[in-house]
Nanobody
Framework: VQLQASGGGLVQAGGSLRLSCPAS????????LGWFRQAPGKEREFVAAIRAGGITYYADSLKGRFTVSRDNAKNTVYLQMNSLKAEDTAIYYC??????????????????WGQGTQVTVSS
């Protein structure tokens, strides 16, 4: 499975971005699809994940501003980010895998990763 994240860029605080991550090589309809991010000097952290059936999980600090979705027909996962803040600046990575129940926030549980897309929020 190959993942290709895109949609990052420079945006002012309060703005929005929509990240996309199409998968190729095989269908990911049965996988959990996730988003993680890594800010400069910090460890990679969980952002959101969506199960094959559409159940979603979010980092507590991001609930209400970020929305993860998937289109199985397009083999793609999305991340809609609203009301962006300077602290959202990071490289955003998409991932696919079969994590154990309750472990969606662990990056070690995801087997396939995209290359990352830079999101920069200016204050």
């Amino acid at each position: 499975v190959q993942l290709q994240a895109s949609g990052g860029g420079l945006v002012q605080a309060g703005g929005s971005l929509r990240l996309s991550c199409p998968a190729s090589g095989r269908t990911v309809s049965g996988y959990v699809l996730g988003w993680f991010r890594q800010a400069p000097g910090k460890e990679r952290e969980f952002v959101a994940a969506i199960r094959a059936g559409g159940i979603t999980y979010y980092a507590d600090s991001l609930k209400g501003r970020f929305t993860v979705s998937r289109d199985n027909a397009k083999n793609t996962v999305y991340l809609q980010m609203n009301s962006l803040k300077a602290e959202d600046t990071a490289i955003y990575y998409c991932a696919a895998g079969v994590p154990y129940s309750g472990s969606y926030y662990r990056d070690s549980q995801f087997q396939y990763w995209g290359q990352g897309t830079q999101v920069t929020v200016s204050s």
